[in-house]
């Protein structure tokens, strides 16, 4: 702050000496003496104006140099150079108003002209002033911060490059560049998965057949886990395993798996290795993992062999022998019985209907 203030004091010395050497040992007419009193007054506001300018960048640049090293905020980088862009328009600002108002110019209705000018101004750029305050908010709260890997509501994800005023940068997978405004950005719900630690947990589900032996099951799984743990960089070994079974699946016995990746990278390539090596390992022990199917249960009264047993029925389709529909071509109609209940045990037996 000394050095900053080095030159504006010497020179403001410089001229209180001039105006004193001036205006004492000489008798001054009152218009001169007001001429002297306007142009030295006009050199001092200038040199206070450039004092309070050089003080203020000075300390900033020391607190960015020596205590903003230590917080590692992103207020610090990126806020404050625009108060500091701020507070030197507002000096130079006050101090040509001073000036003015030192020559004999009226300021009062420029200052009534400059807040309608600036109402007018912020209506008229409300949605850029809108993505300011909101980038504020944004750099302020240090939810997300440059290289974080992040998910908006929306569905939008990938890497946050660059915080900045007006909008928010993010490279998707696709290695696109995705530009989200601040004021949308500072509405939405966002996951960040690089906090509050970068570490990712794995968690995915699989099933077996019915016919398996749950307990065998489970062993097979916590050897597989221990084996990914032991081989993968990408896993946290000290973290640990979980394994429990879910629910009564559709078609089989559900269960999840569960360890933790060093990152969201790392989470990818160990998942992949968990299922390799648990469908290689389940294959091995002969446990099986059932495709989608479903079995209907009838009554016995509705079962084909009671329908076929019943006298007076035929069908109207021929069954092979693996119990599908055989499909030929299209006849044309013909009588073929089928059973009709109306509820009487006695009944009138089958009537005839067209199919």
Not at 137 to 161: A, K, Q, R
Not at 179 to 185: C, R, Y
């Amino acid at each position: 702050m000394m050095r900053a203030t080095r030159w504006p004091l010497t020179l403001g010395i410089v001229v209180l000496g001039s105006y004193l050497a001036v205006t004492t040992p000489f008798e001054l007419a009152d218009a001169q003496h007001g001429a002297a009193d306007k142009v030295f007054g006009l050199l001092g506001i200038v040199l206070g104006i450039f004092a309070l300018i050089g003080v203020l960048s000075r300390g900033i640049d020391w607190y960015l140099e020596t205590l903003a090293s230590h917080t590692q905020q992103v207020i610090d980088v990126n806020l404050i150079p625009l108060l500091r862009r701020g507070a030197v328009a507002l000096i130079y600002g006050i101090g040509g108003l001073l000036v003015l108002d030192l020559l004999g110019i009226s300021i009062s209705p420029l200052i009534a002209g400059l807040g309608l000018g600036g109402l007018a101004v912020a209506l008229a750029i409300q949605p850029t002033l809108a993505n300011l305050f909101a980038g504020t908010y944004v750099m302020t709260e240090g939810v997300i911060s440059p290289g974080d890997y992040i998910e908006l509501e929306n569905g939008i994800t990938g890497y946050v490059v660059e915080v900045g005023w007006r909008s928010t940068r993010i490279r998707n997978w696709k290695n696109n560049l995705v530009v989200v405004p601040n004021n949308k950005f500072a509405e939405t719900i966002i996951t960040n998965y690089a906090q509050p630690t970068p570490s990712v947990n794995v968690w995915f589900k699989c099933g077996v057949s019915y016919d398996s032996d749950l307990y065998r099951v489970e062993t097979v799984c916590n050897e597989v886990m221990d084996e990914v743990l032991e081989s993968s960089e990408h896993a946290v070994k000290e973290y640990g395993k979980y394994f429990g079974f879910d629910s009564f699946g559709d078609s089989n016995v559900i269960f999840w798996l569960f360890v933790q990746a060093k990152d969201r990278w790392g989470s990818f390539v160990v998942q992949t290795e968990l299922m390799q090596k648990l469908h290689q390992r389940l294959k091995f022990e002969g446990i099986t993992i059932n495709y989608p199917m479903r079995t209907l249960q009838f009554p016995k009264e509705w079962g084909p062999e009671a329908m076929q047993a019943r006298p007076g029925v035929r069908t109207a389709s021929r069954v092979n022998g693996r119990g599908t529909l055989r499909r030929g071509r299209r006849r044309r109609a013909r009588d073929v019985y089928v059973p009709h209940d109306d509820g009487n045990p006695g009944g009138d037996g089958p009537r005839p209907s067209p199919v």
